[in-house]
């Protein structure tokens, strides 16, 4: 029996495989590696296709240095938009059009390093108003709030906070410098505190080590993280990564699977750069990928809903909440 076999054995019978092991399907044959993904998500996961979308809540302007990001005030890219925090009316019309789509999750994202009280509490009010009228769920991407905020938050209707580790405790410094990698740690831990689902993954392409992406991806495997964001760079002019190398099909399949075992029972999130894959992530979603951002991303065009509802369908899979 391969490393591969084997290791998918020991996911199947309940057990968890530890980063030596994890290391080890980074040479392994693709195609069985992706195979052997897709079966553990199958029987542990089953069908069902967690399908998000995210609205650009409060865009630009933003006093965080992350390399990647078009609304960073330290870089000078085509993102020249600006705008405060959206009211209840326009928050509200985004839901109702998700909602009406067959949507299950809405993410309300927000530029800038947090939100403030004042900004929090108006937050909270278009929540309670969105969870009313509509039957989405909310989730929050507010930057690194504390555990106060976050039980606000919770009160309002939120069911779930995203915080994006980005990459390895090694190699974040490389691409952030103005927070920390334990200020993002301990705002994924406040939230959970506050009773919130956490859903936490990060960006492949920056310049990292495969090492780099199983580290981050047990990172959130110690925190409990129920969502793991899996985005490709999409290399933004102006940006220090404009000239990055995108990930190749082949490879996001890789980290995908690799994702999927060593954390089996994730929603494992295909994101931003997904419009860049000519097969808008079918291959990725045949190796152990069970759910996607749909629509558009916060600076760049996306796919629309109802081409990835029809993908879904073509997959097998059925639209519905994995992990709650």
């Known amino acids: 029996m391969n490393i591969t076999e084997q290791l998918k054995k020991k996911i199947l019978d309940g057990g968890q495989i530890s980063r030596e092991e994890a290391l080890l399907l980074k040479d392994a044959p ?63 019309e985004g839901a109702k059009y998700n909602d009406a789509r067959g949507v299950l999750r809405y993410s309300i994202v927000t530029s800038g390093r947090k939100l403030s009280d004042p900004e929090v509490d108006q937050v909270c009010e278009s929540i309670r108003t969105i969870r009313k009228e509509t039957s989405i769920q909310v989730c929050v991407s507010f930057g690194l709030l504390k555990e106060e905020q976050f039980r606000k938050l919770k009160e309002a209707g939120a069911s779930r906070v995203h915080c994006n580790l980005e990459s390895s405790r090694r190699y974040f410094p490389s691409v952030c410098t103005t927070h920390t990698y334990e200020e993002k740690i301990e705002t994924l831990k406040a939230a959970k505190r506050a009773g ?6 990060g960006i492949l392409g920056l310049g990292e080590t495969m090492e780099d992406r199983i580290d981050m991806v047990i990172t959130a495997r110690e925190l409990g993280v129920r969502s793991v964001p899996m985005n490709l760079l999409n290399p933004i002019p102006g940006t220090p990564y404009e ?19 060593l954390i089996p029972s994730a929603s494992i999130r295909l994101a931003g750069g997904r419009g860049l894959m000519g097969d808008h992530g079918e291959a990725c979603f045949q190796s152990g990928a069970n759910a996607a951002i749909s629509g558009d991303m916060l600076t760049t065009a996306g796919i629309t809903v109802e081409t990835d509802m029809e993908l879904i369908k073509k997959l097998g899979f059925e639209a519905g909440l994995h992990n709650g």
């Open 196 to 201: 919130l689902s956490i859903c936490s993954g």
């Open 30 to 92: 693709l195609k069985e590696l992706t195979d052997a993904a897709d079966e553990i998500r199958r029987k542990i996961c089953g069908s069902q296709f967690d399908i998000c979308t995210i609205i650009n809540g409060k865009c630009g302007r933003c006093s965080e240095d992350c390399k990647y990001c078009a609304q960073s005030i330290h870089y000078h890219t085509s993102c020249s938009e600006t705008y405060p925090l959206l009211d209840t009316e326009q928050l509200l």
């Open 243 to 261: 000239h990055n190398r995108p990930l190749t099909v082949e490879e996001a399949c890789r980290c995908a699977a690799i994702f999927r075992f």
